[in-house]
């Protein structure tokens, strides 16, 4: 059974850091390219980061360039977002998601994506 599981999840205070991960599990991370979506109540999924099927190709919301980081390890079938500089604005629940993928590329287009994880909630907050 393919799942995807997040992790790292926090209050953190303006200009704080945070990791989330995001454990693959099921089927092989290099068959997938991986994405991050955030989402607040009221308002529509958007995409933060994704790293293509082969770990060389990254992509990024202009909004968190600068400040969010994505790698894997492909060992630990595991993705991370690295997250600096937070603001309150970055408060919302992150989702990982997959996208079958075996051309070394990632898009941020929300349909492309077929298989979620729960989600985990950041909040930012003095």
């Known amino acids: 059974q393919f799942q995807l599981v997040e992790s790292g999840g926090s209050l953190v205070q303006p200009g704080g850091s945070l990791r989330l991960s995001c454990v693959v599990s099921g089927k092989p991370l290099a068959n997938y390219a991986i994405g991050w979506f955030r989402q607040v109540p009221g308002k529509g999924r958007e995409g933060i980061s994704c790293?293509?099927?082969?770990?060389?190709?990254?992509t990024y919301a202009d909004l968190v360039k600068g400040r969010f980081t994505i790698s894997r390890d492909t060992a630990k079938s595991t993705v991370y977002l690295q997250m600096d500089s937070l603001k309150p604005e970055d408060t919302a629940v992150y989702y990982c998601?997959?996208?079958?993928?075996?051309?070394?590329?990632?898009?941020?287009?929300?349909?492309?994506?077929?298989?979620w994880g729960q989600g985990t909630q950041v909040t930012v907050s003095s």
């Open positions: 998601a997959a996208d079958f993928a075996l051309s070394g590329a990632c898009e941020l287009r929300l349909g492309k994506y077929r298989y």
């Open positions: 790293i293509s099927n082969t770990g060389t190709k990254t």
